[in-house]
């Protein structure tokens, strides 16, 4: 006998499934409305791309039309998200984890990005986030750093290279089983910058060695000095961007708009006001 158990996960408006076939057999179920077909098709094939590579994720098996929805297939996998464990793990173990980060990121980015350019994208996002910030009619005090920062240093952009990239790869979306990690939620999968991964780093409880394990291992060692400066200019506009969306949103436990504000002001402190050569939570 089959068995259909919806779940409720995510921010998607997709509705989402865990289905058990009679053999045991069991997948990941998404059904989306069929007016967004070209979008989630196009989602499903980058998924595929870093199937292909390698990337540990519920493998997108099949995309079909049924009805008027459209029905996406994947593989089931278990576990329980690296954020609920985190927390109990000792240094060595969180170091581990962000290295098994790392190399996840390494195999994403291997497949070539296409249609889009670096310093295009950012000025696009940088255009949008100073319209964002001006209508919203919120004081944000750092405001005004990040977007000098930003637009005086948008040149170094120029010639980045593009990749597939996750864009949403925080430890909520890694799935921790049997010590190993899987990539969930790819929602915002898209070619962009590779460096722009990195925004993932939750500035309100950041882990050291978790994140300095992860760049380690990404980089195969000390992330080179050009890194710095370009990994602050994708988290500090991150950081600044979301505020405007935060204050339309609402959350059980904790307040969106308090908690982006709170990014934002992490994110100046670590980077010394977007001044210091490496964060303060970076270990050598």
Not at 49 to 74: D, F, R, S, T
Not at 109 to 134: C, N, R, W
């Amino acid at each position: 006998m089959q068995t259909i158990t919806p779940l409720e996960v995510g921010f998607s408006e997709d509705k989402k499934y865990h289905v058990k076939n009679a053999n045991g057999t069991e997948y990941l179920l998404r059904v989306s409305d069929l007016k967004d077909e070209s979008i989630i098709r196009n989602k499903f094939e980058k998924m595929q791309l870093a199937y292909a590579k390698g990337v540990p994720m519920c493998a997108p098996l099949k995309i079909e039309q049924v009805g008027n929805e459209l029905h996406q297939y994947h593989s089931w996998c278990e576990g329980d998200t690296l954020l609920k464990s985190i927390y109990s793990m000792t240094d060595e173990m969180q170091c581990a984890m962000g290295s098994q980060v790392g190399k996840i990121l390494q195999k994403l980015h291997s497949v070539p990005g296409q249609g889009v350019e670096a310093y295009s994208h950012f000025k696009e996002m940088l255009a949008d986030t100073e319209e964002s910030i001006a209508s919203c009619n919120i004081n944000i005090e750092e405001s005004s750093v990040v977007l000098r920062f930003c637009n005086d240093n948008l040149h170094i952009l120029h010639d980045r290279p593009v990749s597939l990239c996750h864009r949403d790869c925080h430890q909520s979306n890694l799935l921790l089983h049997d010590n190993k990690l899987t990539l969930l939620d790819w929602e915002l999968v898209l070619y962009a910058d590779p460096w722009s991964e990195f925004t993932l780093f939750n500035q309100n409880e950041i882990h050291p060695h978790y994140a300095t394990g992860l760049l380690h291992s990404y980089f195969d060692g000390v992330p080179p000095p050009e890194f710095w400066p370009v990994f602050y200019m994708y988290q500090s506009l991150h950081a600044l961007a979301i505020i405007p969306w935060a204050a339309t949103q609402t959350a059980d436990g904790y307040d969106p708009l308090a908690f982006s504000m709170q990014t934002l002001k992490n994110v100046m402190t670590f980077s010394g006001g977007l001044k210091s050569s490496a964060p303060t939570w970076y270990i050598l």
